[in-house]
């Protein structure tokens, strides 16, 4: 097993766990974006999103609401950035979903989700929620 997200779950590596759940794992990324830092992973392994089984998906996401109030209070942030980087193209380092939790605060000086795309858009609407729909089927 060389995947460090799966070695972390399986308590091969140590981590700054802070939830440990028969599903999922949580705990603090070890270079942080800023204090408080979270990331949450499934126990099962999975490249992507899209590969995640259904209960997989909902005991990663449950724990991600379950966190996201926590982890505010316990570094007095206003809010947090909620993100996944979802397959390599996007940046994903470690090919095991994870979902991020980055405390926020007024003027901290990072952007929003919207301030990483260059805002490329090429298609309408109606095209682009057509071709979504024919694919969700
Ligand atoms: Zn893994």
Redesign the pocket.
Known sequence: MS????RI?EGEIPAEVVAREPEVTAFLDVQPLADGHVLVVPRA?AACIEDLEPPAADALFRTVVRLAGPVREALGAAGTTIGVNNGEATGQTV??VHVHIVPRWPDDGAGTIHTIFPRTVKRSLADVGSAIRRAVG
């Open positions: 995947c460090i997200f799966c779950v392994h090919p095991h």
